[in-house]
């Protein structure tokens, strides 16, 4: 979902807003992210802020004022928890022995766009081939594949956002305890879910104004650009088209290109919104900026029971930890870190590469800490995490780094 800039004379009830035009700290607002809930807070903002961005869902589709009753969804109960999954390889080990698969997959998703772009058809037994190592590595460690995936320098943000889809769709997929096969369709219909995006002009895409109606149902038409092309491609399970098809839809019905509501979208559906919705927003666009993790885990959990399950959202915010692999984060210290694996059973205290120093330095070395050990900084205080920040924060460009 992108950020879109509003005056704040022109803010409504039920808006959410994501940023300010001023650091967070500088107002009187608690909260970096919130729903407008009454006439005082439009007040307060129009006093403190010349304009804010509010979060637009699914693109230009405004979210309504009014507050809607939560929707009742499918029981998805009987499709989760059949497989049990432990972290069965150190992350140091997998991130070594999954860092050339990586790659391969990395480049197979450009060659994805690069076929498709000519008009060719998809090499099926090549798509399969790197999502049966990646899916195998996570099953062994998620942190490695999310870690290399943050790291990794790509030739455009469209790339990253399909890998890193693909990615957490998988790691979901594990959290939630699906069997093997289905987090092979996951990881493949989350590669593929956009590739109908190759059959719309470029303008289009990296256009950062607001998009006009006509402009807009041409973006929505991707879903079924896609369906087309993957409709070439012979041997594509029915679970992946489908997930295809309905990534989009939403529980509440307001999604699209079909309307669908509750029972009627998959499981892999929802799985793939939740993904698409948090890639999105923490990933920069030629459109928007990112937020950060935490801000994003904030909206999605929102819009649970209206736009996503509940189930859903609360287990993919545990699967992704209160501090996600590869994310940002500033500690009590003044430092800035990334997250680069995490400790199970210690969601507070994961595994860290500090970045900058308390004065915004860079360490130049980046050494690495884990929380579980170092309790105190330099000055004998307590050591912890303050908060997630998004992506370009201090200018840190992280594929920029030799992490």
């Known amino acids: 979902m992108p950020l879109k800039r509003v005056d704040t004379k022109d803010l409504e009830l039920g808006m959410v807003v994501s940023r300010l035009d001023r650091p967070w700290r500088e107002t009187s607002f608690l909260l970096q992210g919130f729903q407008i809930q009454d006439e005082a807070e439009l007040e307060e903002l129009r006093e403190q802020c010349r304009h804010v961005f509010i979060l637009v869902a699914d693109e230009e589709i405004e979210i309504s004022v009014e507050m809607r009753k939560p929707v009742k969804a499918q029981d998805i109960s009987s499709e989760i928890g059949q497989a049990h999954y432990q972290v069965t390889t150190a992350f140091e080990d997998e991130v070594s022995a999954a860092r050339k698969s990586h790659n391969q997959v990395a480049d197979l998703v450009a060659e994805i766009a690069a076929v498709l772009d000519a008009d060719k058809q998809l090499d099926l037994p090549k798509v399969e081939r790197s999502v049966d190592v990646m899916v195998g590595s996570i099953e062994r460690n998620p942190d490695a594949f999310l870690w290399l995936s943050r790291i990794k320098k790509f ?190 059973g210690w969601r507070l205290r994961p595994k860290l590469i500090l970045l900058l120093d308390a004065d915004k330095q860079s360490y130049g070395t980046f050494p690495s800490i884990n929380l579980l050990d170092q309790t105190h900084d330099d000055r004998g205080q307590p050591l912890h995490i303050t908060k997630t920040l998004a992506e370009g924060e201090y200018g840190l460009d992280i594929e920029e780094l030799s992490l």
Do not use: C
């Open 155 to 344: 030739d455009s943000e469209a790339y990253r956002q399909s890998l890193s889809a693909s990615v957490w769709a998988a790691t979901f997929g594990r959290h939630l305890g699906l069997k093997e096969d289905r987090l092979k369709d996951l990881a493949t219909g989350a590669l593929l879910m956009d590739v109908g995006y190759t059959a719309l002009p470029k303008g289009l895409l990296n256009k950062t104004g607001r998009l006009s109606n006509e402009e807009w149902e041409l973006v929505k038409s991707h879903v079924m650009k896609s369906m087309r092309i993957l409709g070439r491609t012979p041997g594509l399970s029915n679970d992946v088209l489908a997930m295809v098809a309905t990534h989009h839809e939403r529980l509440d019905g307001s999604g699209y290109p079909e309307g669908l509501k509750a029972a009627s979208i998959p499981l892999s559906g929802q799985i793939a919104g939740i993904v698409d919705f948090y890639t999105a927003t923490t990933i920069p666009r030629p459109y928007s900026k990112p937020i950060s993790p935490s801000s994003a885990l904030q909206m999605l959990y929102r819009q649970r029971g209206q736009y996503f399950q509940e189930h859903l959202v609360d287990a993919f915010i545990q699967a992704l930890s209160t501090y996600p692999t590869g994310s940002l984060v500033e500690l009590s210290s003044g430092a800035v870190a990334i997250v680069s694996a995490q400790n199970p």
